[in-house]
């Protein structure tokens, strides 16, 4: 319990699971590069920064 003990703990503090590591070592070709998870847990993709900027505004996330 690191409340309670100072510095790191012993063993890992989380694992990947399968599909993650699948995910990192074989990337969807997409031309997003920018997401934004709107309150609801929904993600919503964009391609350019006026985009993302866009989707900001429009969830109140800025």
Same mark, same amino acid.
């Given at each position: 319990?690191?409340?309670?003990?100072?510095?790191?703990?012993?063993?890992?503090?989380?694992?990947?699971?399968?599909?993650?590591?699948?995910?990192?070592? !074989?990337?969807? !070709?997409?031309?997003?590069?920018?997401?934004?998870?709107?309150? !609801?847990?929904?993600?919503?993709?964009?391609?350019?920064?006026?985009?993302?900027? !866009?989707?900001?505004?429009?969830?109140?996330?800025?």
């Amino acid at each position: 319990n690191t409340y309670l003990h100072t510095g790191l703990p012993p063993g890992p503090i989380a694992n990947p699971g399968l599909k993650a590591i699948d995910a990192a070592l !074989q990337p969807a !070709q997409t031309d997003f590069l920018y997401y934004v998870s709107d309150p !609801q847990g929904h993600n919503h993709y964009a391609k350019t920064s006026d985009e993302f900027a !866009q989707l900001l505004k429009k969830y109140g996330l800025q």
